[in-house]
Nanobody, 115 residues
Framework: QVHVVESGGGMVQAGGSLRLSCVAS????????MNWYRQAPGKQRDRVAR???????TYADSVKGRFTISRDNAKNTMYLQMNSLKPEGTAVYYC?????????WGQGTQVTVSS
């Protein structure tokens, strides 16, 4: 079992920055990928960024060049640095740990970007 907790959300003006954190505890060795998703009101949940156990990263086209995903294995923590935020980035951001058998989701953290 893996327990996942996000933090770092908040309100920011367009063009501003936020850094989200995700701390995992439990059976960490079972985790293959670490992912950030987001879900805006009335919309589906979409993946924003992914980082593999080997450190390879992928990003949604909408955030390329503005968001950076990283991980600190010693702290079992993943980060999402979000720069040049846009109002359409307003959403609940979720951390998802991809395990060998199942995925583990956090409760989400709200990010609100005002214009």
């Amino acid at each position: 079992q893996v327990h996942v907790v996000e933090s770092g959300g908040g309100m920011v003006q367009a063009g501003g920055s936020l850094r989200l954190s995700c701390v995992a505890s439990g059976s960490i060795a079972s985790i293959n990928t670490m992912n950030w998703y987001r879900q805006a009101p009335g919309k589906q949940r979409d993946r924003v960024a992914r980082i593999t156990s080997g450190g390879s990263t992928t990003y949604a086209d909408s955030v390329k060049g503005r968001f950076t995903i990283s991980r600190d294995n010693a702290k079992n923590t993943m980060y999402l640095q979000m720069n040049s935020l846009k109002p359409e980035g307003t959403a609940v951001y979720y951390c998802m740990m991809g395990g060998r058998i199942r995925d583990y989701w956090g409760q989400g953290t709200q990010v609100t970007v005002s214009s």
